[in-house]
Nanobody, 114 residues
């Protein structure tokens, strides 16, 4: 089944931008609804954004208007463009299938700090 590797995280100042990538090495990428989740230390994992196999999107209220999820089925890759980053966005970010959550990799760390 589909497996993912997250990349693109790093240290950025408040107000800055990052683009995360989620590369698939598995099968049937185009047939899955996909998500970006994040987990901060001591906090529960939470949904950040979701994209259907046809491109419909959903965003958590905390990131709406700042983040954009997209996918390129020809490249078997999903992206998360993050603009106007805030300290509360600091977390490890994971990509996976939507239901059930499956195929996530080690995640990529995003730290927003001045």
């Amino acid at each position: 089944q589909v497996q993912f590797v997250e990349s693109g995280g790093g240290l950025v100042q408040p107000g800055g931008s990052l683009r995360l990538s989620c590369a698939s090495s598995g099968s049937r990428f185009s047939e899955h609804s996909l998500v970006w989740d994040r987990q901060a230390p001591g906090k529960q994992r939470e949904l950040v954004a979701r994209i259907s196999r046809t491109g419909n999107t959903f965003y958590a209220d905390s990131v709406k208007g700042r983040f954009t999820i997209s996918r390129d089925n020809a490249k078997n890759t999903m992206y998360l463009q993050m603009n106007n980053l805030k300290p509360e966005d600091t977390a490890t970010y994971y990509c996976s299938t939507f239901l059930p959550r499956a195929g996530w990799g080690p995640g990529t760390q995003v730290t927003v700090s001045s």
